[in-house]
């Protein structure tokens, strides 16, 4: 069992910075990827950034690109996500995840092959 606890939300103005960070408990062994999903109300969640926790290559979606940076600190089982330039439309609930197994086709950003989720963090970007 593996529990994912998320933090360093809150609201900020547009063009600031924030850094999440998601800290893992539990039998952490053997993890695949970890990666950072948004969900914005009336919308579909989105997969944001994911790391290969074996590895560290890194993958990340379009609309953050150049901004966001995701990383992870394996000896404290902690994982970032700094968020630089941020817009209006970055606000959303932010969620963590834990991947197990081998990731399938649909990619390490799809969300669907994750095993553990945290309960999200919220971040609020004002114009």
Not at 60 to 77: H, L, M, W
Not at 80 to 91: A, C, G, I, R, V
């Amino acid at each position: 069992q593996v529990q994912l606890v998320e933090s360093g939300g809150g609201s900020v103005q547009a063009g600031g910075s924030l850094r999440l960070s998601c800290a893992a408990f539990g039998y952490t062994y053997s993890m695949y990827y970890m990666g950072w999903f948004r969900q914005a109300p009336g919308k579909e969640r989105e997969g944001v950034a994911a790391i290969y926790t074996g590895g560290g290559s890194t993958h990340y979606a379009d609309s953050v690109k150049g901004r966001f940076t995701i990383s992870q600190d394996s000896a404290k089982n902690t994982l970032y996500l700094q968020m630089n330039s941020l817009k209006p439309e970055d606000t959303a609930m932010y969620y963590c995840a834990a991947d197990f197994g081998p990731i399938g086709l649909a990619g390490p950003l799809s969300g669907y092959e994750y095993n553990y989720w945290g309960q999200g963090t919220q971040v609020t970007v004002s114009a």
